[in-house]
């Protein structure tokens, strides 16, 4: 079984590409992808943008993508998220609601945070928390799943770089 405490650069090389062709589609650059028994389960980009939905995170949809295939709203043991950036308080509750095994993730909120302040302006702005997901776990989620790993800054430079590509 895939351990997310020992996460393989393929798949989140993966999530990388699908976060690429979010940005070619003219979404934002993030990307996920889950993983069972070596094999991708389900993959997603971004997609607020071109769906006009602000839940359109790149997890959400790959996790939605998987229940609706499961038939099941928490998915089979041993389902990895790899996910190009930290996720959000929204997906972080996600992967806990679905039962996911683990999460790897990339670039750090703080990587976030920084991209957006750089880049804010008049017309453009970008939010983002202070908290990475580790702590966000350990503060509000970790007695409703109290299993999930979570490994964070994983090929980071990698998935920071997707900012200024």
């Known amino acids: 079984m895939l351990s997310p405490g020992h996460p393989d650069p393929q798949w989140m090389r993966e999530a990388i590409r699908v976060a690429k062709e979010s940005r070619e589609r003219g979404d934002y650059a993030f990307g996920a992808v889950l993983v069972r028994d070596g094999k991708i389960v389900t993959a997603s980009g971004n997609k607020v943008i071109t769906y006009r939905d602000p839940t359109g995170h790149a997890e959400l949809n790959c996790l939605r993508k998987a229940a609706m295939r499961e038939g099941h709203r928490h998915l089979k043991p041993g389902a990895v998220l790899y996910t190009t950036h930290a996720p959000c308080p929204m997906c972080l509750a996600a992967c806990v609601w679905t039962k996911v095994s683990g999460l790897v993730y990339g670039a750090y909120q703080k990587d976030i ?53």
């Open 113 to 165: 945070r920084a991209w957006a302040k750089e880049h804010a302006g008049p017309t453009y702005t970008w939010r983002s928390v202070s908290v990475e997901p580790e702590e966000m776990y350990r503060q509000f989620l970790w007695e409703a799943h109290p299993n999930l790993e979570i490994v964070g800054g994983f090929l980071a430079d990698e998935c920071r770089a997707l900012f200024h590509d």
